[in-house]
């Protein structure tokens, strides 16, 4: 078998790496750890350097904030005890508790109520986000977040998709879909 030239550098190399190993380990001293040679390295930096004489009148210790009240975990236990959220049913640790949500109106109206045909509906709104978990399915049009049974321009969310919406008013329907790149949005 022949050896490439780079085969036979990194071969030096690795065979140099390991006789260093070996010299450090044997014969410089076996018995410094890595906190002895910080210290030692740290002394011989200072002693080298010409300082004025300093007197050190008190040491502050450092504000340690990590002490300072009770953890997240502590605190997202405490709130979700006080709400009665039983944490062992909940499957997704990114989607609330249904309990935590405002409760839903139906009659909430984001816009205000209008005679928008379907097309000048579908021009004027957009929508922005989906979200279908267990629970409930959202969706947010134009920055509002909805759910089914709530209202935009007079048009009722009926249905939620995995990538549309489905408002009615007057047996009109009307589908916004989500944009499928960043170049629609």
Do not use: C
């Not at 006789?19 to 906190?35: M, T, Y």
């Not at 975990?73 to 997704?92: F, I, K, M, N, P």
């Not at 816009?111 to 097309?119: A, M, R, T, V």
Request: net charge negative.
């Amino acid at each position: 078998m022949t050896l490439t030239n780079k085969q036979k550098i990194y071969g030096v190399l690795l065979g140099v790496g390991l006789a260093s190993l070996v010299v450090d380990r044997l014969l410089i001293g076996s018995d410094i750890g890595p906190d002895q040679a910080s210290a030692d390295s740290a002394q011989a930096y200072v002693g080298t350097m010409d300082l004025p004489d300093l007197t050190v009148a008190a040491v502050q210790p450092i504000h340690d904030v990590r002490n300072e009240g009770p953890t997240m975990g502590d605190r997202v236990a405490t709130l979700a005890r006080e709400r009665g959220v039983d944490v062992s049913q909940v499957r997704d640790a990114f989607v609330p508790h249904k309990s935590w949500l405002p409760e839903s109106n139906s009659a909430k109206v984001v816009k205000q109520s209008s005679d928008l045909s379907p097309e000048q509906f579908r021009i004027r709104h957009r929508l922005m986000a989906v979200v279908i978990t267990d629970e409930a399915r959202y969706v947010v049009v134009d920055g509002d977040m909805l759910r089914v049974g709530e209202f935009v321009d007079g048009y009722r969310l009926v249905a939620v998709k995995e990538r549309s919406a489905i408002l009615k008013l007057r047996g009109a329907a009307v589908e916004l879909i989500l944009p499928t790149d960043q170049s629609n949005q």
